[in-house]
């Protein structure tokens, strides 16, 4: 009954929001020149980070600036690299938004192409491609979790093995407004490794996909609990980095 129901309930979104007719970000109908759905317009608005940003945690960088930022010059993260497409502004922060809250599942095939273009990039040698999950009752209540919605259409894309590997065990409250130091706090412990997985995941190089990447709290958590339990290297990458200032 439970897959009936979704199964109707993607039909009446599909409808709804009928893909690659309009702009993800604008909702003007799209033309020839259009990039993953979205349009001249809008993309030129978009500040995506392709060449100039922090080779740590892929915060947009000014030209020729060094190559880590300030936060990373003072932080010790236990994954290698993290890249973000976006710098989260403009439309594509409302996109997003709309992404998570507005029920707007299916974007995530159009900010996949972007995460895998994003991807080809890199020198990443990665084994197998999970996400950072949402505790129970807040994907309950959002109906989906949309991490895991990118990794899967980005596993969709470049073929790379998809692995549920953590749990989120604590309902944190929103990492929103919160500092650096609190939102370390805020999610210490928060996870667990799913026990069927272990074996999966020694001496992987594994790929963590998230939304937004603001200060790196939740992404350096899942990282420490994946080396623990054997994983060889962590990679981050999210859709759009959000502000990285000195007092976040």
Same mark, same amino acid.
């Given at each position: ?10 039909? %009446? =979104?599909?409808? =709804?929001?009928? +893909? ?44 020729? *600036? *060094? ?7 003072? #932080? ?29 599942? %299916?974007?995530? !095939?159009?900010?996949?192409? %972007? ?6 990039? #890199? ?5 197998? /491609?999970?996400? /950072? ?19 899967? !259409?980005?596993?969709?894309? $470049?073929?790379?093995?998809? =692995?549920? $590997?953590?749990?989120?065990v604590a309902d944190t409250p929103s990492q929103t *407004? ?6 370390? +706090? ?12 272990? *074996?999966?995941? &020694?001496? +992987? &190089? ?5 939304? /937004?990447?603001?200060?790196g709290s939740t992404a350096n958590e899942i990282s ?14 999210? =859709? ?9």
């Amino acid at each position: 009954m439970k897959k009936i129901l979704n199964k109707l309930k993607n039909i %009446f =979104l599909d409808a =709804l929001y009928p +893909k690659h007719i309009k702009c993800i970000c604008c909702g003007e109908e799209l033309d020839r020149n259009a990039i993953y759905d979205i349009c001249p317009k809008c993309y030129d608005d978009c500040h995506i980070i392709y060449r100039n940003h922090c080779i740590r945690c892929g915060a947009p960088m000014p030209d020729n *600036s *060094s190559s880590v930022c300030f936060n990373c010059k003072s #932080t010790n993260f236990d994954f290698v690299g993290c890249r973000a497409c976006f710098a989260y502004s403009g439309k594509i922060r409302s996109a997003i938004y709309k992404f998570k809250y507005k029920h707007q599942s %299916f974007l995530a !095939e159009s900010f996949a192409r %972007f995460m895998t273009k994003l991807y080809a990039t #890199t020198d990443w040698n990665i084994d197998l /491609v999970t996400y /950072v999950p949402l505790h129970p009752k807040r994907e309950k209540t959002r109906g989906y979790n949309q991490s895991k919605l990118l990794a899967i !259409e980005f596993c969709k894309i $470049t073929k790379l093995p998809f =692995l549920d $590997t953590t749990e989120r065990v604590a309902d944190t409250p929103s990492q929103t *407004s919160k500092t650096r130091e609190e939102r370390i +706090k805020n999610v210490k412990d928060a996870f667990i490794i799913k026990k069927e997985i272990k *074996s999966a995941i &020694n001496n +992987k &190089n594994i790929l963590v996909i998230d939304d /937004v990447y603001t200060t790196g709290s939740t992404a350096n958590e899942i990282s420490k609990l994946l080396l623990k339990y054997g994983a060889k290297n962590i990679y981050i990458l999210t =859709l759009a980095h959000g502000e990285n200032k000195k007092d976040i």
